[in-house]
């Protein structure tokens, strides 16, 4: 059986939040990136935290950080590549990857992806002008890793054209709510709304 790291992605500079670590902020009492913990971690062989910056603000949470080998912070990508790096040297084949400002997830997500039986594999869900896709909620194998490295040199940015050239599965989920993630401070009552349906 596979050994998959769950890696929760925190790494970016959350400008339209107004910097700052949102995860820590709370939802319903809670930080978002508890929430996020709590929903991933049952699903995976064990949890990592890619995040820049002081380690130390994320003690709380009892997660090894790893930061981004790729310098200017290029975006969710190289957040999966220290993923992938860090797995690999743990012995780990594959990793799933979440936004830790999706608070929300489905709790069957790397099940799922599992049972599409493809590699490499992402979300998708029914929105309101077709379908959405979701491509940091994904399956990576982390043999991969050193074509995303390439990639990332050359300029790659978006993960979604980068997971298409390696024949991405896109799986099915109903509920478009529970990818609903917190990009701006007004989105955070949104958030308090929602915590209840997904408690």
Do not use: C, Y
């Not at 890619?50 to 090894?64: S, T, V």
């Not at 190289?78 to 929300?104: K, S």
């Not at 298409?164 to 401070?185: I, K, L, Q, S, W």
């Amino acid at each position: 059986m596979r050994v998959i790291v769950g890696v929760i992605l925190a790494g970016g500079l959350a400008t339209r939040f107004g910097g700052g670590d949102k995860g820590l902020w709370p939802i319903a009492g809670r930080p978002m990136l508890a929430r996020v913990v709590d929903r991933l971690g049952p699903q995976v062989d064990r949890l990592l935290l890619n995040a820049n910056g002081d380690p130390a603000r994320f003690a709380a949470l009892g997660l090894p950080v790893v930061a981004d080998s790729v310098p200017d912070f290029p975006g969710p990508l190289a957040g999966i590549l220290a993923g992938m790096d860090r797995a690999a040297a743990e012995g780990a084949q594959a990793i799933v990857t979440v936004a830790g400002d999706t608070p929300f997830f489905p709790t069957d997500l790397v099940a799922r992806l599992r049972a599409s039986g493809a590699p490499l594999a992402f979300a998708v869900t029914p929105g309101a002008t077709g379908r959405r896709r979701h491509p940091v909620f994904a399956l990576w194998p982390v043999a991969l890793r050193k074509d995303l490295r390439t990639a990332l040199a050359a300029g790659t940015r978006r993960v979604a054209e980068w997971a298409a050239r390696h024949g991405a599965a896109e799986v099915a989920f109903p509920d478009e709510a529970a990818f609903f993630n917190v990009n701006t401070r007004d989105d955070l009552a949104r958030a308090e709304a929602l915590a209840a349906r997904f408690a």
